[in-house]
DNA sequence: TTAGCATTTAACCTTACATTAACAAAAATG
DNA sequence: CATTTTTGTTAATGTAAGGTTAAATGCTAA
């Protein structure tokens, strides 16, 4: 892994302090762009690649929220931190719910921001995309978080599912539309194919369609003597 | 990220086979100080920086456990691996509770020593620099100050920690949203994992909670037979 | 030494999970 | 079409894990 210069987008209106902190990054190694507003800020990112943006939350023309989240319009996976005045603690939330990776009160003490900055970027690059998507399901209105056994709906409620429960809609869920067989189910989950974990394995099938339910377009479907299919329809 | 050389501190009071496995580790490419006994070999560790602690158990003056408990109050976090005699079981696990990151019996085979040794430096290296200089956290409407061990409630009112409560709060922020796997924290703040280590730590968790309910926002899950994840909601 | 902590151990209770049983319904089979 | 096999569903059971509180122990500093 060859060390690169990371370059990071900053957007911050107050002068001063956006040079303070621009020179800060540069001595740290950074490479770094500097924006006086949301507007600016998103004319930048949209002309090169960053590996992270700073945003203030509170500056003319478009705010650090609005920008952020045209900024996730055009890239999902960049980290954004904000930075935020001591006072506005509920708007830090609404910054978490744009897909803040962090943010720091103002004023702050700049070792901090910069262990995080250095945090934020050792997250994203251990974190594989096959890592993250191995686990994550999409299952009609519902995503299944394999690694956390839950299961969401509609962005909404959150079902905890039991080990059994979610490996099972793991392996049917990588077999959607697909015939998963009983028997891999019973060898890979039950480490074991007889009369009784068999008859487990259909309890399990009973509590997953009594959980998928909530969309009626989700369904597993029994093929006799072979095994279960989880289709998603189409039409309504 | 520069390859450099480890120094690993070897304590061992039998001077042939101290020798010779000195020699030994210095063929392959690693730095060696060694230590004819205890006593001097706390004196060498607080002399120098070691990557990791090599320690018979036997030893006159100052045996490896008591050595290891001194190193330990210096240092939590270097690596330390015990030689031992054959026949004492036990006292093995004495060493563990001291924090040993494993365990050989004389006369081993050096060849495994070796690999032992790569394995513990990788785990250390993949456990991030920035995750051990973390100590500030926001925690939906509480900043946890890690280093001062103390939490505080919306700008305002503070708790303060133990030190039990505050490595496992930090270690629960440090996976904010994610699994933090019970054996995490048994393993690295309670250095063994047995049944009442287990329930301490659930302890803990309930007194963590206890804290924690000042923001209804924010609340530790367990994952059953898993371990916990901090997590802070979103919609009010 | 005691007072004041932090931590562990213990006890007891609740919840979560997986299996098994029991019976109903559907599908296959001859 | 009667019978067997497979599946659907609900409930009962046993065990393990976790939650909670209090008491016991250990530690440290006055």
Redesign the interface.
Known sequence: ?T?QQKKILLVEDDPNFGTILKDYLIMNEYEVTHAKNGMEGFEKFKKDDFDLCILDVMMPYKDGFTLAKEIREKNTDVPIVFLTA?AM?ED??KG??VGAD??LNKPF?SE?LL??I??IM?RKA?ETVADSKQFQFKIGKFDLNS???FLTYDGGEQIKL??KENELLRLLALHENDLMPRELALTKIWRDDNYFTSRSMDVYIAKLRKYLKLDPKVEILNIHGEGFRLVINSES
């Open positions: 892994m060390e001591k603690k830090v939330l978490y719910k962090d943010y003490d901090v262990m995080k250095k945090a050792q251990t690694k956390l056994r039991s080990p």
